[in-house]
């Protein structure tokens, strides 16, 4: 493999203890290296030289990395399993939905959840999803294992001689949905992205927007007016109450900061906008409305859909 014109070593680990005796030797003598899952963010990156690596450690051998189970409470997903291994998973319709709008098949085919957090797109459709779901990142290092929550290990990052493992969310408690606006939704990557969770067990209703920042968000004023405007005990809400919903939303992705840079695909303002629609549309497919917003019929729950 070339790395900026350079040729890197390759090492293909068998398990995870293997991959991260070989993380820790490389951080001990200071060598450059690039963990390679499904290469479909690292292998064009080394290839332009915009990364460079001596050593690039492949962990598609790892078969630890490609498992998924669930637990009583709780779903774990190993960082090698794929957006196709995703796509259907009836435990998590949301998650499922997340993976079957990702790039193209031959992304969906190779792309790992790993992978999607070590690149950690603006837009990034899983990223989103994981946000709005509490997701906490599983890693191991030669101190141990370690568990941390998702917007911490975005916020830190990766130690040098550590390795991502798995991802574990909470099983769903309700209705999950979510939505994006791309060139061609599953064709391009996400401009704006929208996730939201109902836990009618909790009382609960999350939202993250992702394309408003520089990271997914968490709709925090949002999730406060849902928590106390949702009759739980039918899972309903009022179609005004939707409607304010993707106003809080509109406002709390324009306080986001640093925001994103004005692009080709959409000025800030336009991304603002979106975001709003797109958690208005979200939240009344989560709920049933006791009546439609204008111009829109009212929706049962829902796992997922095109905006």
């Known amino acids: 493999m070339m790395a900026g014109g350079k040729s890197s070593a390759m090492f293909r680990p068998r398990t995870v203890g ?3 005796e070989m993380l820790a030797a490389a951080h001990e003598s200071g060598t450059a290296v690039a963990l390679l899952g499904g290469g479909t963010d690292l292998v064009p990156a ?41 796509d259907g ?7 499922a939905r997340a993976a079957r709008v990702v790039g193209s098949v031959q992304i969906r085919n190779t792309g790992t959840v790993g992978g999607a957090l ?22 191991v290092s030669p101190r141990g294992p370690e568990r941390m929550p998702l917007p911490r ?5 990766l130690a040098p001689d550590a390795l991502v493992t798995a991802v574990r969310l909470a099983r769903p408690g309700g209705p999950q949905v979510y939505l994006k606006i791309g060139g061609r939704q599953a064709a391009y990557p996400a401009v704006v992205s929208c996730a939201v969770l109902v836990d009618r067990v909790r009382h609960r209703l999350t939202c993250a ?16 007016y849902a928590r106390d405007e949702v009759d739980w005990s039918t899972g309903t809400v009022s179609s005004s109450a939707a409607r304010r919903f993707g106003d809080l939303v509109v ?8 925001a994103l840079p004005a692009g080709p695909r959409g000025s800030a303002e336009y991304r603002w906008h979106a975001a709003g629609v797109l958690a208005g549309r979200a939240f009344a497919r989560c709920l049933h409305l006791t009546a439609p917003p204008v111009g829109e019929p009212a929706r049962g729950s829902a796992a997922g859909g095109q905006p």
Do not use: C, K, N
Not at 132 to 137: G, H, L
Not at 153 to 157: P, R, S, Y
Not at 251 to 258: D, F, G, M, N, Q
């Open 18 to 20: 293997e991959a991260v």
């Open 46 to 86: 080394l290839r332009s030289g915009e990364r460079s690596a001596e050593t690039v450690v492949a962990l598609r051998r790892v078969l630890e990395l490609r498992v998924r189970g669930a637990g009583a409470d709780s779903l774990t997903i190993g960082a090698g399993v794929t957006y196709t291994d995703l």
């Open 89 to 95: 998973w009836s435990l998590s319709p949301g998650l």
């Open 118 to 139: 070590g690149s950690a797109r603006p837009g990034g459709d899983l990223l989103t999803f994981l946000t709005a779901a509490d997701a906490e990142v599983l890693t």
């Open 153 to 157: 290990f975005l916020a830190d990052g």
């Open 209 to 224: 927007i992702g394309g408003v920042g520089l990271l997914p968000v968490r709709m925090g004023e949002a999730e406060r």
């Open 251 to 258: 406002e709390a992705a324009a306080r986001v900061s640093p």
